[in-house]
Structures are given as C-alpha cells and as structure tokens.
C-alpha cells in the first residue's frame, strides 16, 4: 500500500512531513510535498489525517477489500472528513477533532 501526493492541491505546509513517522516525506525542486520511495511507506495513514486540503491518495489494495479504491481527508474547524472512493462508491466518514486521538 501507498500514498500519492496530487501536486496541484498540496500547498506545501509541511503537516505531512512532520507527521511520518518514517520520515519518508519531504518537498520536491517545486516545494510540493513529495515520497522518494513509496514502496517504504508503512501505509499508517498519518500524513492523510494531516493533510487539510486532500492533496494526499492512500490507496487501498485488493487484499484488503479495497480495489484499486482510495481515502484522503479534509478539514473543517471541527471535524475531520475521510472521504472513500471504491469504483464508483463515495463513502464519507465524520470525526470530531476533539475525539479523533480516540480510536
């Protein structure tokens, strides 16, 4: 499993590279946000929670139900949007900022 950054929604604040813990994030010669080996990435979703703006892709394999589908986030001052996407389906799951360290 991996991540894609979409170069034309990251606005280059660094909350995903500061998140990995693997520190497998950094910012490419356009201060984009950027992975140099995807293949590394533990697949723990914290730069995705991190980012406001949906410019991260985690994708979901088929071994994990997934097919080919993906999640991203979006922010609002309260809540955290994790939105789904498998073939056609979008699915949109709400979680308070507040409680969002709980799960």
């Not at 606005?11 to 995903?16: A, L, Y």
């Not at 490419?28 to 990435?41: F, G």
């Not at 949007?81 to 799960?103: A, P, R």
């Amino acid at each position: 499993m991996s991540i894609k950054i979409l170069q034309h929604k990251c606005i280059s604040c660094g909350k995903c590279k500061d998140a990995c813990p693997g520190n497998l994030l950094g910012f490419n010669e356009n201060e984009k946000a950027a992975i140099q080996h995807p293949k590394d990435c533990w697949g723990c979703t914290a730069c995705v929670k991190e980012c406001n703006v949906g410019a991260i892709r985690y994708y979901l394999g088929s071994d994990i139900g997934g097919n080919g589908g993906y999640l991203f986030t979006t922010q609002t001052d309260e809540y955290i949007n994790w939105h789904i996407v498998t073939k056609g389906d979008k699915k949109l799951i709400k979680i308070l900022k507040i409680e969002s360290n709980e799960y």
